[in-house]
């Protein structure tokens, strides 16, 4: 199974901007769907961004327009570009990735830590 590491965390302003990036230990499949999920205590892990297989992005309602999910296939890398960052985006984020063929994450990352002050 891939492993997957996050890193890019921090802390950061409101209004800043954090390049989240996830490395896979393997090759990333062309027919796999790539995903960023984000928790905060005590709440459920909630999608940030998908890109799927066929070049696709989604994104939720709140952070529409401020954040950016991309995928480096050569370096098996997966990307989360966010800016304009507010108090609300404080979350540990995960990076996650589907099966071949699949659009269920599958696979997860160990989270990275946002931390955005007012």
């Known amino acids: 199974q891939v492993q997957l590491v996050e890193s890019g965390g921090g802390s950061v302003q409101e209004g800043g901007s954090l390049r989240l990036s996830c490395a896979a230990s393997s090759r990333i499949n062309d027919d796999s769907a790539m995903y960023w999920y984000r928790q905060t205590p005590g709440n459920q892990r909630e999608l940030v961004a998908r890109?799927?297989?066929?070049?696709?992005?989604n994104y939720a309602d709140f952070v529409k327009g401020r954040f950016s999910i991309s995928r480096d296939d050569p370096k098996n890398m997966v990307y989360l570009q966010m800016n304009n960052l507010k108090p609300e985006d404080t979350a540990v984020y995960y990076c996650?990735?589907?099966?071949?063929?699949?659009?269920?994450?599958?696979?997860w990352g160990q989270g990275t830590q946002v931390t955005v002050s007012s």
């Open positions: 890109l799927g297989s066929n070049g696709n992005t």
């Open positions: 996650a990735l589907s099966r071949r063929r699949s659009d269920i994450p599958h696979s």
